[in-house]
């Protein structure tokens, strides 16, 4: 559906609410399992009758998203405003929770609950989840109730999601989702039968973007099934945690240059690996999975403080989750945990990607990035004697892996 359309449709909606109206998006007679809406909740005491009657969603994002005293959230898509006054009750005074919506109206609406509801630590911004008028790592959390379906620019909702976490920040999200692949056909009728489903995303579809966001850590757990092959769901992901002022992201190709240059700095150190001279970007990005690839960065001036990518181990199908990386730390950033950061993260979404086995090779005098992979789950399996010549000398390399908990 297009935006202009879906605000509309949810405009007339807030409108008829205001009016004292019940109002429903999604018939829940529609659904096997009818959790739409309040029913989604298991505890809305204390809020106003309005915001409650007002609930558009298709879970309980607030459960799943472990909000702390203090923390600031923001609910992309806030409808009624029942998430973001949930969240305010769990975030406390010292915390802040910030709706989003697209619909004037809707956001008439939240205020007048929030109003009713005596909430002073929350905020509605006007304005589209894929352009979110919000710095970059304001908050601690985001969450979305049955939102993100909605929208036609997906991958722009999440890339605006994690730009707007702080790292280590959480996305907890309620939403609906169709199973297996996508048959657009079964799709389309589904959508037609119900139409809060619009746009909804196939599972595989969710996690791979999810991915190409740079989140890591994903669950995606389907909570109802409305036949049809379309479910409710909760999803939850995390920003890769790093020190202050730093951020992991997915590598670009605008970060070719440093990429490479710290690339080259490490081989120069001549205990980083057998090649001495840094390839190409091309050569450099041909052999790596695209998926795989992380930069740790300055958040202040952008530059690249290190690197982490893999490549697969063969191309034989039976090999498809044994991958080989590689991680580089920029010289001047050394002993800020940015390797370990990367590593972490790195894991994470290996994990995520259904990668089972990540190997490594390690000179023996590179004592730093052996303890730092063991520190990771990373064992050595052996030794590989006199395996190769570097600057002419012939070179033991340590061979190690991590394994996956349930290989
Ligand atoms: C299904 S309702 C859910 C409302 C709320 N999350 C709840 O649980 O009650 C969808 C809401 O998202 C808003 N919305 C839809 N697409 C949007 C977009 N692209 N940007 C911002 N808000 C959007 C609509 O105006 C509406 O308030």
New binding site residues.
Partial sequence: MA?DE??QR??G??RAAMLGRVIL?CDANEFDQGRF?AAGYDDVGGLPEGAVR?????GDPVAVAELRDGETVL??????G??VLLSARRVGPHGRAYG????TD?LELARANAARAGATNVEFLH????SIPLPDHAVDAVI????IN????QPG?LAEAFRVLRPGGRLGV?DVVTDGPTDPARRAAAERRVG?VAGSLAVEEYRSLLRQAGFVGITIRLTGDHGDGVHSAVIRAAKPAIGPGLEIRPMREADATQVLAIYQAGLDTGDASFETLAPSWEGFTAGKLPHLRYVAVDTGSGDVAGWIAASPVSSRPVYAGVVEHSVYVHPGCQAHGIGRALLSAFVAASEDAGVWTIQTGIFPENTASLTLHQALGFRVVGTRERIARHHDRWRDVLFLERRLDHT
Avoid: E, K, P, R
């Avoid at 989003?100 to 619909?103: I, R």
């Fill in positions: 935006h879906v605000v949810y405009s909606l807030a998006d809406g007002a609930s558009l969603g298709c609910d992309l898509g806030s409808g009624g029942i998430d989003l919506d697209a619909s809707m304005g589209d989840i894929a979305s109730n049955c939102v909605l929208s036609d620019d909702v309620s809060c």
